[in-house]
Structure formats: structure tokens, C-alpha cells
């Protein structure tokens, strides 16, 4: 790409062999295990191949899983050092499968089950109020806003209070505080409006209030250390920070009305979201619907487990009605307020299309969830598979667009709905 184009897209540097930045981990893709043609992964790596050369993913993962195999388990680029500021002298570190990332919004697809999971121990019924379990929620109008309504992003409260410093976001008492004091826009959970980080805050505290217990406890207890994993932490422990993908923001810059949406949505302008997200502060605490770090395997085998009704190499990690509860559509199509785009959800998960929808075409029974627009984690029964793409720039608008909903096109092409798992899904 042309130094002014690359100036003015706000772009990395891309080498024309894209071989020398590749790291393929060959001993964990098995495609001769279910019998896949080589030819459908590559294709999809090509398409991943190609959303890179649009130059604003400074390090890309994959992880892709079909009839429980991993097929495709790559990355490419860098993790740090060839951000689009970043100076020549600074040392360009290789993104490889083992590098941890933040998942950013991804991170709530997590967080929604172990809030099902506390549902399956009789800890928490999900239709009672928040205030049932933290009496201060109800303040200004919030009595009878519902632990679901939280997952479901219906339940009134999709920002923190304009103004807010952003050092709020690693106090706990300071955001409670916020929190519990806000007016809610509704309370009947007729409307989706998508709440990017106030959710996680109201969910962990109910989870700590009736576990006694962290969050972090909770998840290392149940879902972490149980399906084997070595990254999977809200946040980093300070001797990894060194490890962790920095954050880039990439493309051009958004203009009105893009950067109303951006700023509605994320409490602030791009720029201010990659200064915020590679501050030591913010990797190091707990923020449950955006800092769950970890590989594009990881999240990939989160999904496959959940694929799988709840069990992980032998291990039962939640029940069948668990998985289901959790991806059970909850209202219709709907345009979110907070995105104003057209959404479907169940409590805590992004739902697929038909025709076409967020996981590609004929993805009626996918279930996933989005980081920051560009991270794409998912599952779908219907073609049984499950898609991990990880990256470390976050453009809004841009020429990248088609390469990512390219991948996702490809991804549904080359694994087509089986038609034994279609008429299952049909007949459940």
C-alpha cells in the first residue's frame, strides 16, 4: 500500500510474501480426522489472508473447529511494533497461536454462561430482579429491572453517565456507585439497546454477592482451569502484560454520524478506546463485558464446548439446558438503539440469520458474539463448527468491510448446514 494512502487509512506495513509472518501450528490442525477437503481450509485462510492485506489487522488469530476437530489453527502479522504510529526502531514482535489478545466485547459470551451456570447450581433465578440480590440497584426507577433483562441487553442501562472519567472503569465501588445511582432510559425490557460495558459490571455483582466469591474465582473454578486453559483471565496478570497484543486503531478516522454511534456506544472517541485499552490499568483489572484475555483457540473451544451441551474432553462443564437456556432467542429481530442496527439476541449471545445475518448466510441457529466490531467468535450447530478470528486493529467504517464479511462468506461456503443437523435442529 502507497505511504500516503497508508498515512491517511491509518494502515500497517505489509510485506508482499506474506510467508515470513505466518505461523502455521501444523501439529494442532487435523482436517484428515473428519475427512475436510485441504481445500476448503485454505480457502478460508485465504480470506484471512486477504482481510490482512487490508492492512488494519497489525496481527491477526484463527481458530476454526469443525465436527470437533480443529482444522485451522493459524495466525499472522505481528502482536506489537507494526502498529500504523508506531516508530521503525520499535522491535516487531511476531503474533503467534500461543499470543494473548483481549476479546473485548467477546468477552460477555462468557460471562452470560457462568451467569447460566449459577442459574444450573440454583444460586441465581435469571428472572428475578437485580435488586432481589443487590438491594442498592433499585435506586432511581431500577426495582424491577431483571438479572435477563441485563443478558439480554434490555434492561435500561446501556452507558455510564456522559463525563465519566475513565479511571472509573478499574474501581469497583466507583462504577457500583455510578451504576446503582443511574436512571434507567426504560425498566419494561421492551427495547434492545445494547449495553457495552455497564452489563458486565450489574452481572458480576450479583455473581459475588450470591457466590460469597470473585468473578475471576469463579470463572478460573468452572470454566478455566476445567477445560485446560492457560490465558482465559479477566485482565492479565501484571508478569504477562509484556505478552499481551497491543491494540491498534486503525482505518480512517470516523466522522459524524459513525462517531456519534462510536462514541454513544463505547464512551468515547477511537483513538481514546486504544489509548484506554493498552493502559497497564485496564489490562490488569476486571471488566467482564470487555477484558477477557486469551488465544483465538481458547475462544474457539469455549464455543466448542457449548457446541458440545456443555461437556469438554470428558468433562461434563454445564448442562445440556444450560447450553440451550443460554442461546434460547429472546424477543424478535429488533433495531438496537445503542448500534441502530437490526439484532437478535438471547441472554448474552448474538444470534445468526436466515437468510443471512451477523454469521453469515443461512446461519438461523448460530450463536457468537462480536469484539469490537471486528474479533468474530461463534459456533453453529446447523454446519457444526466453530470460528474463533482474533485481530488486534479496530477500524469502524473502512475498505476492510468486504475482506471480514468476505471471510465470514467463505467460512459458511466452504462448511455448508449439514443436512443431519439441520433437520435435528428443526425437529428440537
Not at 244 to 269: C, K, M, Q
Request: glycine share 8%.
Amino acid at each position: 500500500m502507497h505511504s500516503l494512502a497508508r498515512r491517511a487509512l491509518h494502515t500497517c506495513n505489509v510485506p508482499r510474501d506474506l510467508n515470513p509472518v505466518t505461523f502455521c501450528d501444523t501439529a494442532g490442525e487435523h482436517p484428515d480426522r473428519v475427512g475436510l477437503d485441504s481445500n476448503a481450509a485454505e480457502a478460508v485462510w485465504r480470506s484471512v489472508e486477504a482481510l490482512y492485506r487490508t492492512g488494519v489487522h497489525p496481527g491477526i488469530q484463527l481458530s476454526l473447529r469443525y465436527r470437533g476437530e480443529q482444522v485451522l489453527h493459524r495466525s499472522i502479522g505481528h502482536a506489537r511494533g507494526n502498529g500504523p504510529h508506531d516508530p521503525a526502531s520499535l522491535p516487531r514482535i511476531p503474533m503467534t497461536t500461543d499470543t494473548p489478545i483481549c476479546f473485548f466485547s467477546a468477552s460477555k459470551a462468557v460471562t452470560a454462561l457462568l451467569m447460566h451456570m449459577l442459574s444450573e447450581q440454583g444460586l441465581v433465578n435469571l428472572m428475578d430482579p437485580v435488586s432481589y440480590y443487590c438491594p442498592e440497584f433499585a435506586r432511581n426507577g431500577k426495582r424491577t429491572i431483571t438479572v435477563h433483562q441485563i443478558l439480554s441487553h434490555r434492561g435500561g442501562i446501556p452507558a455510564i453517565p456522559r463525563e465519566t472519567p475513565i479511571d472509573v472503569l478499574w474501581d469497583r465501588d466507583e462504577i457500583w456507585r455510578l451504576l446503582c445511582a443511574a436512571k434507567p432510559v426504560e425498566v419494561d425490557g421492551a427495547k434492545v439497546a445494547y449495553h457495552a460495558i455497564t452489563g458486565g459490571f450489574v452481572l458480576q455483582r450479583v455473581l459475588e454477592k450470591v457466590t460469597g466469591d470473585t468473578i475471576e474465582s469463579y470463572l478460573d473454578r468452572y470454566l478455566r482451569r476445567p477445560m485446560g486453559m492457560k490465558w482465559f483471565t479477566y485482565g492479565i496478570a501484571p508478569e504477562h502484560l509484556h505478552e499481551l497484543a497491543s491494540n491498534y486503531a486503525t482505518g480512517p478516522t470516523p466522522r459524524f454520524p459513525v462517531s456519534w454511534v462510536v462514541n454513544r456506544a463505547l464512551g468515547g472517541d477511537i483513538r481514546t478506546v486504544e489509548k484506554v485499552t493498552n493502559d497497564p490499568r485496564f489490562q490488569e483489572a476486571v471488566i467482564p463485558a470487555g477484558n477477557l484475555c486469551g488465544t483465538a483457540e481458547e475462544m474457539g473451544r469455549f464455543f466448542q464446548m457449548m457446541l458440545n451441551g456443555g461437556s469438554w474432553d470428558g468433562k461434563r462443564i454445564c448442562s445440556e439446558l444450560t447450553v440451550r437456556r443460554a442461546i434460547q432467542q429472546f424477543g424478535s429481530l429488533q433495531m438496537d438503539r445503542t448500534m441502530l442496527v437490526p439484532m437478535r439476541f438471547s441472554a448474552g449471545m448474538m444470534l445468526g440469520s436466515n437468510p443471512v445475518g451477523l454469521w453469515g448466510q443461512q446461519s438461523r441457529y448460530a450463536f457468537g458474539h462480536v469484539g469490537l466490531i471486528n474479533k468474530l467468535c461463534w459456533a453453529d450447530p446447523a454446519r457444526d463448527i466453530s470460528v474463533s478470528l482474533l485481530n488486534t486493529g479496530f477500524p469502524i467504517v473502512g475498505h476492510h468491510l468486504p475482506a471480514l464479511a468476505r471471510f465470514v462468506y467463505t467460512v459458511c461456503k466452504q462448511f455448508p448446514v449439514l443436512p443431519e443437523n439441520q433437520r435435528r435442529l428443526v425437529a428440537a
